[in-house]
């Protein structure tokens, strides 16, 4: 038995990555955005902050992580999608696909080698952003629990984007084809998902008063892809007492307790993983000779 972790393709992945120029440039980039951004939010809270206010330091502090997160986020939804986008389609154009397919390892071990390397890398750069964002933790306003969401929610959502990105490499045929693609899907859900879901409340009427549990249940499931909002309704739900696993809301028959936004959206990308990891399985199974 083959152990994805002792597989020679997430062997040679994991040492180009590393050990090539684009991993500093793209480490250093990554750093120096979000600590560009994070310096210019606490200049500007600093101006405006108000003498000898107690408050200063918990808004300074929440300004910090919130900034560090977005921005991390941000990064992730666009880098993991391109650190796969040629995983497979690359090794057709160096014209070893072939020869990759003839070896000893199996289709799994392949995607599961390629995927594993460019989430390895996803998480070097979210580890590399955390120093960055502990320094809310000197000014307060920031809770253990809250650090945790928004650890995972980058997790899942760097998994997530680069098993999208594993997929169309085995769909197209050229690296750009596929990285256009793989952005391409990233834009949509960040687009769509909002979009559909404003048209189709303002159809059904679901902002005329409390909604439905029907409506909770399906369109806030449906608003949870979009991992901006996900962790966004999070971080209201907490900031309104709710606790990290359930959430209170208001319907039509009274209120409802409803898993936690971060939660459902953790589970939605572990589904999309699953799904683009068995679509990529399925087009890289090498051809049976009927001979």
């Given at each position: 038995?083959?152990?994805?972790?002792?597989?020679?393709?997430?062997?040679?992945?994991?040492?180009?990555?590393?050990?090539?120029?684009?991993?500093?440039?793209?480490?250093t980039?990554?750093?120096?955005?979000?600590?560009?951004?994070?310096?210019?939010?606490y200049?500007?809270?600093?101006?405006?902050?108000?003498?000898?206010?107690?408050?200063?330091?918990?808004?300074?502090?929440?300004?910090?992580?919130?900034?560090?997160?977005?921005?991390?986020?941000?990064?992730?939804?666009?880098?993991?999608?391109?650190?796969?986008?040629?995983?497979?389609?690359s090794?057709?154009?160096?014209?070893?696909?072939?020869?990759?397919?003839?070896?000893?390892?199996?289709?799994?071990?392949?995607?599961?080698?390629?995927?594993?390397?460019?989430?390895?890398?996803?998480?070097?750069?979210?580890?590399?952003s955390?120093?960055?964002?502990?320094?809310?933790?000197?000014?307060?306003?920031?809770?253990?629990?809250?650090?945790?969401i928004?650890?995972?929610?980058?997790?899942?959502?760097?998994?997530?984007?680069?098993?999208?990105?594993?997929?169309?490499?085995?769909?197209?045929?050229?690296?750009?084809?596929?990285?256009?693609?793989?952005?391409?899907?990233?834009?949509?859900?960040?687009?769509?998902?909002?979009?559909?879901?404003?048209?189709?409340?303002?159809?059904?009427?679901?902002?005329?008063?409390?909604?439905?549990?029907?409506?909770?249940?399906?369109?806030g499931?449906?608003?949870c892809?979009?991992?901006?909002?996900?962790?966004?309704?999070?971080?209201?739900?907490?900031?309104?007492?709710?606790?990290?696993?359930?959430?209170?809301?208001?319907?039509?028959?009274?209120?409802?307790?409803?898993?936690?936004?971060?939660?459902?959206?953790?589970?939605?990308?572990?589904?999309?993983?699953?799904?683009?990891?068995?679509l990529?399985?399925?087009?890289?199974?090498?051809?049976?000779?009927?001979?």
């Open positions: 038995m083959h152990l994805p972790i002792v597989n020679p393709v997430l062997t040679r992945e994991l040492f180009g990555r590393i050990r090539g120029r684009n991993a500093w440039f793209i480490l980039g990554y750093l120096t955005i979000i600590g560009a951004i994070t310096l210019l939010v200049a500007v809270f600093v101006s405006s902050a108000i003498p000898n206010d107690p408050e200063t330091s918990l808004r300074i502090g929440k300004g910090i992580f919130f900034t560090v997160m977005t921005v991390s986020l941000i990064q992730v939804c666009f880098l993991s999608p391109s650190l796969t986008a040629g995983a497979i389609v090794e057709k154009e160096r014209q070893t696909y072939d020869l990759l397919l003839a070896s000893l390892l199996s289709p799994l071990q392949i995607v599961t080698g390629k995927l594993l390397a460019a989430i390895a890398f996803a998480l070097l750069l979210i580890m590399a955390l120093p960055i964002a502990g320094l809310a933790l000197l000014f307060g306003g920031i809770t253990g629990q809250e650090v945790f928004g650890v995972v929610g980058l997790l899942v959502t760097a998994i997530a984007y680069a098993a999208i990105g594993i997929f169309w490499s085995t769909v197209m045929r050229s690296t750009l084809g596929a990285t256009v693609m793989a952005q391409g899907t990233v834009l949509v859900i960040l687009l769509l998902v909002p979009f559909l879901y404003f048209v189709i409340s303002l159809l059904i009427g679901a902002f005329d008063g409390p909604p439905s549990p029907l409506y909770i249940y399906i369109m499931t449906f608003l892809l979009h991992p901006f909002i996900a962790l966004g309704m999070t971080v209201g739900a907490l900031e309104s007492g709710n606790g990290p696993l359930l959430w209170q809301l208001s319907s039509s028959i009274g209120d409802l307790f409803v898993p936690s936004p971060w939660l459902v959206y953790s589970v939605l990308m572990i589904i999309v993983t699953i799904v683009c990891l068995g990529a399985l399925r087009r890289i199974q090498p051809a049976e000779d009927d001979g």
